[in-house]
């Protein structure tokens, strides 16, 4: 195998579960939208994120998701927590474990982060059709 069938190959199965992760719609969305500028970002997220981490089976995809909601209320990145709520459904993740998520990054990482997180947890929730 060469190395570029190699990173091919790699590149195959991170779009794949990327897809089944956050959506088929919203992948090919990101992708469609990537300027020549930014191209290279979305193939290494693609490969290396959901290709080498996302399929190493160490973790389920449920754990991952509730590791990536505490992180990225830690980093406070709005918009990547709210496509991870909807991964993190898809991943078979409940809205109480959401809450509960989001209640020890209150601890652990700040009121301030976990208020914002919840808010955008709670429109994500509610726009999947849960009663919260």
Same mark, same amino acid.
């Given at each position: !195998?060469?190395?570029?069938?190699?990173?091919?190959?790699?590149?195959?199965?991170?779009?794949? $579960?990327?897809? #089944?992760?956050? &959506?088929?719609?919203?992948?090919?969305?990101?992708?469609?939208?990537?300027?020549?500028?930014?191209?290279?970002?979305? *193939?290494?997220?693609?490969?290396?994120?959901? &290709? $080498?981490?996302?399929?190493?089976?160490? /973790?389920?995809?449920?754990?991952?998701?509730? @590791?990536? %909601?505490? !992180?990225?209320?830690? %980093?406070?990145?709005?918009?990547? /927590?709210?496509?991870?709520?909807?991964?993190?459904?898809?991943? &078979?993740?409940?809205?109480? *474990? @959401?809450?509960?998520?989001? !209640?020890?990054?209150? @601890?652990?990482?700040? $009121?301030?982060?976990? /208020? #914002?997180?919840?808010?955008?947890?709670?429109?994500?929730?509610? *726009?999947?059709?849960?009663? $919260?």
């Amino acid at each position: !195998m060469t190395d570029d069938t190699t990173h091919r190959a790699t590149y195959d199965d991170g779009l794949r $579960v990327r897809k #089944e992760v956050l &959506g088929a719609d919203h992948v090919e969305r990101s992708l469609a939208q990537a300027s020549e500028f930014s191209r290279p970002i979305q *193939e290494l997220v693609t490969e290396y994120c959901w &290709g $080498v981490v996302w399929t190493d089976d160490a /973790l389920d995809r449920k754990s991952r998701s509730l @590791i990536n %909601l505490a !992180m990225l209320t830690a %980093l406070n990145r709005s918009h990547e /927590l709210s496509v991870h709520v909807k991964g993190a459904l898809n991943n &078979g993740v409940t809205p109480a *474990e @959401i809450q509960a998520v989001l !209640m020890q990054t209150a @601890i652990y990482v700040g $009121v301030p982060a976990a /208020l #914002e997180s919840f808010r955008i947890a709670e429109k994500v929730l509610k *726009e999947q059709g849960h009663d $919260v």
